[in-house]
């Protein structure tokens, strides 16, 4: 498995009052997986609001995405994105993305 994080967009007046990050979960695998974790470390302070596409939990800086249900296994060579918002002034770029315990590409 692997993943990517992007910045997909500002939003708010000049893209100084948040941004929509996405990610992208790839199974480079020979065959399905049952599942996959994300795990965003971001900037004290900072929450993550408006999660599309998987299921999302924040305790303190750590922010971790898995599956939505009904939908964990991944068929091999597939993708699956997900996005999310962090609001508030000056909102910083996560400090830290792994997928299933190893970094993010």
């Known amino acids: ?30 065959g399905p997986a049952d599942g996959w974790t994300v795990a965003l470390s971001l900037p004290a302070g900072q929450k993550v609001d408006g999660v599309e596409g998987a299921d999302a939990r924040q305790e303190g800086a750590l922010v971790t995405f898995t599956p939505l249900a009904g939908h964990r296994e991944l ?31």
């Open 1 to 30: 498995m692997f993943a990517s994080y992007a910045r997909e967009a500002n939003t708010g007046l000049l893209g100084l009052t948040g941004y929509r990050g996405k990610v992208t979960v790839t199974n480079r695998g020979q």
């Open 75 to 105: 068929a091999a060579g597939g993708t699956v994105a997900f996005t999310f918002e962090v609001p508030g002034l000056l909102a910083g770029e996560p400090t830290g993305c792994a997928i299933n315990g190893r970094p993010c590409e």
